[in-house]
């Protein structure tokens, strides 16, 4: 797949659609905190890949895009430092964790 503005701005919007719905659903499960939520850890994968995607196309193609999506690939990179310690790739599975990396992980 070619890194292009259209397939970026595609991601995005699957990102912040899915944001919309997560945030929808912590409301419904009786006002639970979204970081407390159980796909907030796939919510950090995938605003890490939406980040990555900017990225790159910043890298790969900076005349082709313009000042407002440049705008939003810089959010989406200010999104993810903020929860970059949620993402899985870099975590030890579950069963590999200290109790207190597990407390930490689930907000306990």
């Known amino acids: 797949m070619a890194i292009t503005v259209q397939n970026f701005i595609k991601f ?3 990102y912040n659609q899915m944001a919309m719905m997560m945030s929808a659903i912590c409301v419904e499960k009786g006002g639970i905190a979204q970081e407390n939520y159980v796909g907030r850890f796939f919510a950090a994968d995938t605003l890490e890949f939406v980040a ?3 990225r ?3 890298a790969n193609n900076p005349k082709s895009v313009s000042a407002d999506v440049a705008a939003v690939i810089k959010k989406f990179e200010e999104q993810y430092k903020k929860v ?3 993402t899985t790739p870099t975590q030890r599975p579950i069963y590999e964790m200290t109790l207190e ?3 930490r992980v689930m907000n306990i």
């Open 101 to 103: 990396e597990f407390e």
């Open 84 to 86: 970059q310690n949620l």
């Open 56 to 58: 790159r196309l910043m």
């Open 12 to 14: 995005a919007n699957f």
């Open 52 to 54: 990555e995607y900017g």
